[in-house]
């Protein structure tokens, strides 16, 4: 009845790591421009399930909109835009399963908003604010503060903070006095978004304004230094679209959160090499030779009795992958262990050891694609044991099997190092005196590897 439970269990964790390997990472299919008087839309399609995050880059200027998890992309290499300051737009495989769409700009950024509906998702760029009072993105295209103004211009009054909503949408009005240069800047972690005034003479607006409407928290206002000032819009973690309208002296704000698009992270990053990203994790080895070092426990009441508690097991183990396919691996692994546990005899209470020598072969199939690459294993054990006292000593062999399931963990920038966390389930019995002794446990570990080599698609 245990072996039936067992080998269920086995099929169980396997048949868990296939169906999630069917439902793996999805393709970007295409990438389709169309430009009108007005404007500049790229319909971006992906097919399967897919998350997206947008941000800006600079030396060279682009917006890079990034897809995962994407293991095949069937688009064109670039497109030529030539429109609203977008010059061309690029397509590539970033990492094993990250795809990304790039979006070279020629000078300023210009106005985009970024939507999503169903598989596609949508940017579109112009260069004017449009007529429509449409949810729109307007981004900064630097996060440095404005240039100082003319020494003669007269320093300006933040007069108030005022918001209504208008249909499903949520306008907030900012009331200023005087001329001041504005700044427009949109941050991440925690999601805000920034209008920069200067030179600013005195503040007559709250300085706190709870809003709790349309993905946006609350306005606060901030001293930067002597006379510059900002007005921070803290968003929702699912970051609400945006227009911007500006007159001389009103900043109008119109947000709308669209049920549809799925939350997206904007950052500022470095500049990085312009035409090739370097990876950050390499693809999954195909050889894995390493230590472990583990905790024992044997399923046996009589050995608690005469060892107590589990103890300390070591070992060393070489894997190998032979076949491999986007997502998953198969292979070999065979490892050889050493356990040794001194305890008294129940009766005598002489002082005994029980020394274990457990041979394995394990066949194994690891899900992979990331840092982390979980894995399940079923094989076969050949236990070597020995137990000695003072007054008698037995030893001899037999045979067992295991399942094992765990992951590896690709160091980032460390090709050849991984580290295996692993729990694994054994059953043995031998036979001594027309007794039977179970040798089987569990037995939880970590395992440090040398690793190398790619697998063969």
């Known amino acids: 009845m245990k072996t039936r439970t067992f080998f269920v269990l086995a099929l169980f964790l396997l048949t868990s790591v296939w169906a999630a390997a069917q439902t793996g990472p999805a393709t970007l299919k295409s990438v389709q421009l169309q430009k009108t008087d007005t404007e500049l839309v790229a319909q971006i399609e992906c097919e399967g399930e897919f998350t997206y995050q947008t941000f800006e880059m600079a030396d060279p200027s682009r917006l890079v909109v990034e897809f995962s998890p994407i293991t095949r992309v069937l688009t064109d290499a670039a497109y030529e835009a030539a429109a609203f300051g977008v010059s061309t737009v690029r397509t590539a495989q970033y990492q094993p399963q990250v795809a990304r769409v790039v979006f070279d700009v020629v000078g300023a950024f210009p106005l985009y908003k970024i ?20 949810p729109v993105a307007a981004q900064p295209t630097a996060a440095e503060p404005p240039a100082a103004p003319p020494a003669s ?9 005022t918001f209504e909503k208008v249909n499903d949408q949520m306008k907030v009005r900012i009331q200023t006095e005087g001329a001041a240069a504005l700044q427009g800047v949109r941050l991440a972690q925690p999601s805000r978004l920034l209008f920069i005034f200067s030179p600013v003479e005195k503040i007559s607006a709250p300085p706190y304004v709870d809003i709790n409407r349309s993905g946006v928290k609350r306005a606060t206002i901030e001293k930067q230094d002597e006379r510059t000032y900002q007005v921070v819009f803290g968003l929702e973690e699912n970051q609400p679209s945006f227009t911007v309208d500006q007159s001389p002296n009103l900043v109008e704000v119109l947000f709308r959160q669209d049920p549809l698009a799925k939350p997206t992270a904007v950052r500022r990053e470095t500049a990085q090499p312009y035409a090739a990203e370097a990876l950050t994790v390499g693809s999954f080895p195909t050889t894995h030779f390493g230590i472990l070092v583990g905790s024992y426990g044997i399923a046996s009441r009589a050995f608690n009795e005469i060892y107590g508690n589990a103890g300390l097991i070591f070992g060393a183990e070489l894997s190998k ?4 396919t986007e997502k998953l691996s198969f292979g070999l692994s065979a490892a050889f262990r050493y356990f040794s546990k001194d305890g008294e005899a129940s009766y005598t209470k002489d002082p005994t050891t029980l020394t274990l020598m457990p041979l394995s072969v394990t066949a194994v199939a690891a899900l992979h694609g990331g840092a982390i690459a979980p894995f399940l294993g079923v094989g076969l054990d050949r236990f070597g044991y020995k137990e000695k006292s003072d007054y008698h000593e037995i030893s001899g062999g037999t045979l067992g099997f295991h399942a094992q399931a765990g992951f590896y963990y690709l160091f980032p920038g460390i090709d050849v190092l991984t580290a295996k966390l692993y729990v694994k389930f054994t059953q043995a019995t031998a036979t001594e005196n027309d007794q039977e002794i179970k040798l089987g446990g569990t037995e939880f570990g970590l395992g440090i590897n040398y690793s190398f080599g790619r697998p063969k698609k």
């Open 115 to 134: 939507s999503q509906n169903l598989n596609r998702v949508v940017v579109t760029f112009w260069q004017s604010t449009p007529a429509a009072a449409e």
């Open 321 to 324: 992958f032979f076949v491999s």
């Open 153 to 161: 211009r007269a320093a300006a009054d933040i007069k108030g903070i």
